[in-house]
């Protein structure tokens, strides 16, 4: 396999089998301890820990929250990715569907820094 395979790979299961399936486990393993977000139309997040308590406040916002992964796409050892974040708002009982695109810098295996893009909901 190719790193670009690798690396798509790795925000594959980043996606699907830590936020889809709630395993932070995954969370823990596939991100560097010192990683930082940049976000755009969502606040960023200048720690691993704050990253982490974000994807469980979407968890606690939203009922049967998902990612879908739309398209991906991978270069050298940045992958870029459009993905919906599905679900219902548990406050409100209204249909969540925030479209985002992302762009995760992978060293040594882990994801190092992320760039994410939506103007939709947040909770």
Do not use: C
Request: aromatic share 8%; proline share 1%.
């Amino acid at each position: 396999m190719s790193l670009q395979t690798d690396n798509k790979e790795l925000v594959r299961r980043i996606m699907e089998d830590g936020f889809n399936q709630q395993d932070l486990s995954v969370i823990d393993d596939s991100f560097h301890d010192d990683y930082v977000r940049r976000g755009y139309g969502m606040k960023d997040a200048g720690s691993l820990a704050q990253h982490r308590a974000d994807l469980i406040a979407q968890h606690e916002a939203i009922r049967d929250a998902k990612f879908t992964i739309q398209q991906m796409l991978a270069e050298g050892d940045t992958v870029a990715v459009y993905f919906v974040l599905t679900g219902e708002a548990k406050r409100s009982g209204s249909r969540v569907e925030q479209h985002l695109a992302a762009f995760f810098r992978v060293a040594q295996g882990r994801v190092a820094e992320g760039t994410v893009i939506t103007t939709g909901w947040e909770p």
